[in-house]
């Protein structure tokens, strides 16, 4: 998927494109941040190599002019290997969404990984995007992990560029779908203290236009520069410049409740991104995220937007469905490692199937399918399906409410409530796999295949791999409900096409 020109976003950055140098590594590029990086790298003409932490033929697909090349991060070796011959590596990485207990180690063993590989293969310089905050303050474990990952690399031999941002405001970022949905469907805020800190945001564009300013500028390396929007303002001011923009009248009054577990788990049940990472991000809030030092300005010269001038990009990427990176495609964390349909070994210990034949054209039937999930739903209204989401986020998952990146295109990897797109087969085959807490592994396949004519059989197969006593017991237990859910699916889909 070649990202067309008028996306590109650094046409009018004063820097210039370095025509000499060498391949340039972008580590994470399946991320959030790296998979808007790699498109702008590409179209300045830099040689890419990307470093995924398991390959699939979505990556060919979406970066044709990169190399793509799997490690993972905590495997110095596999990590040495992807490094040899590069010029300059991009660091996108981070163990945040692992949750609070395990990301800080992983964090700087990743770093500490990639710092020896790098000096090992004669890397010359590395960029990394950090968290920014005042080191003079105890800072939250996230920011703290961010500080000990840059430290790691400015103490190496590899000459460091350190780039310290706070909340990174786009569309698809964690921090905007939390202020959107949390705006969106809360008339009345309870405002805790911790609301009135301070915080410089900044456009996605613009953390996008100093990665790849830094990277043009050779007297960047060695360097930690703190990059932040126009405008500082506290998170309550946030909330109440995007309720103007979206014309919400809504109501902030003081909180006797201060706790960032209350807060953090709240905003995870009233939002798409989950506690994971709402807690890591909230965690934040209690400290002064505001720039240091503008230097940065200096060197690299461009109009940095306002918070309110972000939002509103990033509403109306959403209405226009170019939503191109989002913080699910990296979430859970192991999805990449999950097992797939064709790895389990001898066939599901369950399947559930139903169909149709129908007149519908298999084009027609293929668009209605990749259309379910998000905010066009699944087709049904089934109670059964809505508490079966909310027991899911009410135990730590994804549930039904983290919706897909696009509302009209799917690609492998991508999100579908809780389901994540496997195998795409255009017009033939739909596979999405689980990412719910269940007993075991699931998957959802949809179906359109030739039967004679012009008539074509629409099935949808529920396929699903157990072992022990418990598992067997929940399928069991859903089976009886399985015709009202996918019955209804699937006549819906015929119905929809």
């Not at 007149?359 to 905010?375: D, P, W």
């Not at 049904?380 to 730590?396: E, K, P, Q």
């Not at 690609?411 to 719910?436: H, K, S």
């Amino acid at each position: 998927m070649v990202q067309s020109t008028d996306e590109i976003i650094c046409t009018d950055l004063p820097t210039s494109p370095d025509g000499g140098m060498g391949t340039v590594l972008v580590a994470g590029a399946t991320g959030y941040i790296g998979g808007r990086l790699v498109p702008e790298l590409l179209a300045r003409g830099y040689i890419l190599r990307v470093m995924v932490r398991v390959a699939s033929p979505e990556h060919g697909e979406r970066w044709p002019e990169a190399e793509v090349v799997a490690a993972d991060a905590l495997e110095e070796d596999a990590v040495s290997r992807a490094l040899e011959g590069i010029d300059t590596a991009y660091y996108l990485i981070h163990s945040m969404l692992i949750g609070r207990r395990r990301f800080e180690d992983l964090d700087l063993q990743a770093a500490r990984n990639f710092r020896k590989a790098a000096e090992r293969q004669g890397v010359k310089r590395i960029i990394y995007l950090g968290g920014l905050g005042d080191t003079r303050t105890d800072l939250s474990t996230h920011l703290a992990s961010r500080l000990q990952v840059a430290d790691e690399f400015m103490a190496g031999s590899v000459p460091t560029t350190i780039l310290r941002a706070a909340i990174i405001i786009g569309s698809g970022s964690a921090s905007y779908e939390m202020i959107n949905h949390l705006v969106r469907r809360i008339p009345l805020f309870l405002v805790p203290n911790w609301a009135k800190t301070k915080c410089q945001p900044i456009g996605l564009r613009d953390v996008i236009k100093s990665l790849v300013g830094v990277l043009e500028l050779p007297e960047t390396a060695g360097r930690t520069f703190d990059i932040g929007g126009s405008d500082i303002l506290t998170y309550a001011a946030m909330l109440k410049v995007h309720a103007e923009l979206l014309g919400k009248k809504r109501l902030f009054i003081p909180s006797p409740v201060s706790s960032i577990g209350f807060y953090s788990y709240i905003t995870s049940l009233l939002t798409p991104v989950p506690a994971a990472i709402t807690w890591c991000l909230m965690e934040s809030v209690t400290h002064d995220v505001v720039c240091q030092e503008n230097d940065i300005e200096k060197l690299i010269p461009f109009r940095r937007i306002s918070c309110k001038e972000a939002l509103v990009l990033a509403i109306s990427r959403e209405e226009q469905d170019a939503v191109r990176t989002r913080w699910s495609d990296s979430y859970p964390p192991d999805y990449e490692l999950a097992i797939k349909l064709r790895e389990i070994d001898g066939p599901p210990t369950y399947t559930s199937s139903y169909s149709l034949v129908t007149s519908q054209s298999a084009e027609a039937l293929f668009k209605s399918i990749t259309h379910i999930g998000g905010r066009n739903g699944w087709f049904h209204s089934t109670f059964l399906w809505r508490i079966r989401g909310a027991l899911d986020r009410l135990l730590m998952g994804v549930g039904t409410t983290r919706g897909r990146r696009s509302a009209s295109t799917l690609r492998i990897n991508d999100v579908v409530d809780f389901w994540r797109v496997e195998a795409i087969q255009q017009g033939r085959q739909l596979l999405l796999r689980a990412e719910m807490k269940v007993p075991g592994y699931a998957w959802l396949e949809f179906r359109v295949d030739p039967v004679s004519g012009d008539k074509n059989r629409l099935s949808v197969n529920a396929y699903y791999k157990t072992k022990g006593l418990w598992g067997r017991t929940y399928w069991y237990i859903f089976l009886p409900f399985h015709h009202f859910i996918f019955g209804d699916l699937i006549k819906q889909i015929e119905r929809r096409s």
